[in-house]
T-cell receptor, first 109, second 110 residues
């Protein structure tokens, strides 16, 4: 039982490059989330998925897209990375409580 | 707009002190309030509160929700250096959305 896994752990992109952050959970949770965390800003919700086949915008969705591929997987895509997207990204899934993945540290130069 | 606000943003105390962290929320269709502790990596779950006035306790940590005041507090008694962390509170809404406050950075000095 791995909980919530995220890949990659670290990534450096140049402005304009694209990439997909992968997230998977093995707890059979319906709800999954993507957050970004910047210093002094807490965790800000980018997108969430209340169930397989549905996705909704959170507080800061601009510049991101998501796919809920199946119940286990929820990916986050940056189509054209910008320096403002430099952050630590956390994926989470929720049943009674919310479990977080280990995070991806992304730097955009 | 759904919003969660924490105070203070930063707190420095001596080992053995008792601290109280605050969380207030503005919501539509509120369901529950959660507290997390974040050290160097991902946040770890502490408490989920759904009913007003019922204290949840785990060791030296306790928390209570006041739905009339739209707020919650997290108390830590007899603090230890290992309690140093960022404490996050978050509100859940009817559509499963979870929104976090900015966090309180707690530093316990020996």
């Amino acid at each position: 039982n791995a909980g919530v896994t995220q890949t990659p752990k670290f990534q450096v992109l140049k402005t304009g490059q694209s990439m997909t952050l992968q997230c998977a959970q093995d707890m059979n949770h319906n709800s999954m989330y993507w957050y970004r965390q910047d210093p002094g800003m807490g965790l800000r919700l980018i997108y969430y998925s209340a169930s397989e086949g549905t996705t909704d915008k959170g507080e800061v969705p601009n510049g991101y897209n998501v796919s809920r591929l199946n119940k286990r997987e929820f990916s986050l895509r940056l189509e054209s990375a910008a320096p403002s997207q430099t952050s630590v990204y956390f994926c989470a899934s929720a049943g009674y409580e919310q479990y977080f993945g280990p995070g991806t540290r992304l730097t955009v130069t | 707009e759904d919003k969660v606000v924490q105070s203070p943003l930063s707190l420095v105390v001596h080992e053995g002190d008792t601290v109280t962290l605050n969380c207030s929320y503005e919501v539509t269709n509120f369901r529950s309030l959660l507290w997390y502790k974040q050290e160097k990596k991902a946040p770890t779950f502490l408490f989920m509160l759904t009913s007003s006035g019922i204290e949840k306790k785990s060791g030296r940590l306790s928390s209570i929700l006041d739905k009339k005041e739209l707020s919650s507090i997290l108390n830590i008694t007899a603090t230890q250096t290992g309690d140093s962390a960022i404490y996050l509170c978050a509100g859940t809404w009817g559509d499963q959305k979870l929104v976090f406050g900015q966090g309180t950075r707690l530093t316990i000095n020996p």
